[in-house]
């Protein structure tokens, strides 16, 4: 199964670095890897440069900032049976991939599904920082009925939480997050 992975990005060369990193231990290999780059420098198509010779990546400059944009910029160009949507501030276990596969091969005619995925513990310092920021959101987080640190709910970088569950087995979504595979159509 060839899987094309399509990553919007905006001004995150340090994080694309982490997730391409993490792409490149995949222990199965995706079809290709295009980049669609929103930022306005070009610190972005630098880095991917230093991936070429170990991703299949495909550099694309888009001057339109929006992450739906870029997803359907890479779906009309993919060359390959599966798309994953992958956001620019998140790593990848080393199975991520292969995990997509073996879901294709147990359930052929799912529309998509969603695996593991992490978000780097430098997220929250970023966000909070340590001592009295990280206390005074955690008391607003809580008066507001934001509490993101629940054990079950994740902290995405952009301080919103979902809750997280792992499962051995496929279940029924509305919804899945930014991460997200799907069969493409033509």
């Known amino acids: 199964m060839n899987i094309s992975v399509i990553i919007p990005t905006l001004h995150r060369e340090n994080d694309i670095k982490v997730l391409l990193d993490s792409i490149t231990v995949q222990t199965k290999k995706p079809y ?28 694309l400059h888009s001057a339109r900032k929006s992450g739906s944009h870029c997803r359907n910029l890479g779906i009309k160009i993919m060359m390959g049976e599966v798309a994953s949507f992958l956001d620019d501030d998140t790593k990848l276990l080393p199975d991520y991939l292969a995990q997509i596969e073996n879901f294709y091969s147990e359930f052929p005619d799912a529309i998509g599904g969603m695996s593991k995925i992490i978000n780097h513990l430098e997220y929250q310092e970023k966000l909070l920082g340590k001592g009295t920021i990280h ?46 595979i799907g069969r493409a159509h033509v």
Do not use: C, H
């Not at 295009?34 to 440069?49: A, F, N």
């Open 135 to 180: 206390l005074l959101y955690k008391m607003a987080a809580t008066f507001f009925g934001l509490d993101t640190f629940k054990k079950g709910f994740l902290v995405l970088p952009s301080g919103r939480n979902i809750p997280f569950f792992e499962s051995e087995r496929p279940v029924n979504a509305q919804w899945l997050s930014g991460v997200k």
């Open 32 to 59: 290709e890897v295009i980049l669609i780059d929103q930022s306005d420098d070009d610190k972005t198509e630098k880095l991917t440069k230093t991936f070429q010779e170990q991703l299949p990546v495909r550099y």
